[in-house]
């Protein structure tokens, strides 16, 4: 009897993390489904959609099909270059603001604080404006020029490097070492948790990103995946089986990376959870 009452809230809590898995899971499951049906808008119920039988002609369709080809490489370019660029200079900045003590030092970070307040949005018709006197619209530099940096990543690699033990940094110095030896030699390989969740968050955000591509790119040939997928339903009507059969192929890069780095991703996010 107290056994069972003391197994109450585990099994309770094992409910809801089973209930909030399958929510989390099935819209994904409900794409593939529909990517994998022959004109899937005849199907009434969801029963009937299941059943079903499968077809893989969707995804070759929609990878031959409107310059998708084209729309990937394009995401792929920008989200990895950004990324890149994002892992070295939030880097660089964050290690200077955990451990630099130059003039200044307090204004910077507060402006970075207030710079994650400010939604996207509000500097939408002025970086639009900026982008346009260079005369970047329709061109990569728009769309990888200003995310080079984020306030977030920067603020996220300040805190992780702050929590790490300086005395390793003091024993290089004392070796002779200089800052550029320190950073890439001791802070890297220490902060490497954090820089893989700043790349693959970076990277998430860059490669669904619709409102700016959307912005500064009118052809086809600067055009983003999300972008492409949106103008790909207004061509197409409602053909939700090419379309979701092109949202499951740009989701597969943003799955491979999760699999790939999902060690390096909880060690990220549960570093210094736990102290000895």
Request: aromatic share 14%; net charge neutral; proline share 5%.
């Amino acid at each position: 009897m107290m056994r069972g009452a003391r197994n109450a809230p585990r099994f309770l809590s094992l409910l809801l993390l089973v209930i909030a898995a399958v929510g989390m899971v099935f819209p994904m499951v409900w794409m593939i489904v529909t990517s994998l049906r022959a004109n899937p808008e005849q199907y009434s119920t969801l029963t009937d959609l299941l059943v079903a039988p499968s077809t893989t002609a969707n995804y070759a369709d929609a990878w031959q099909s409107d310059n998708f080809l084209r729309y990937f490489w394009n995401s792929l370019l920008v989200a990895s270059s950004v990324t890149a660029a994002n892992v070295v200079f939030c880097l660089w900045t964050g290690y200077a603001l955990a451990r630099g003590t130059f003039k200044g030092r307090g204004v910077v970070l507060a402006t970075i604080l207030g710079v994650l307040v400010v939604p996207q949005q509000v500097i939408m018709i002025p970086l639009y404006r900026l982008i346009a006197e260079f005369g970047w619209i329709n061109s990569y530099w728009s769309l990888i020029v200003p995310w080079l940096v984020t306030p977030f990543g920067v603020f996220l690699v300040k805190q992780y490097i702050e929590a790490m033990p300086s005395e390793i940094e003091d024993a290089a110095r004392i070796d002779g070492a200089g800052d550029w030896y320190i950073l890439f030699k001791v802070v890297l390989p220490l902060a490497r948790p954090v820089l893989t969740v700043l790349a693959i968050y970076v990277f998430l955000s860059q490669w669904n990103s619709f409102l700016f591509p959307f912005l500064f790119t009118n052809d086809e040939a600067h055009r983003t995946l999300p972008v492409g997928l949106a103008f790909y339903l207004g061509k197409q009507s409602i053909d939700w089986g090419h379309l979701m059969a092109g949202a499951s192929i740009a989701a597969l890069p943003v799955l491979g990376l999760f699999i790939l780095f999902q060690r390096r991703i909880i060690e990220g996010l549960t570093a210094g959870a736990l102290k000895e």
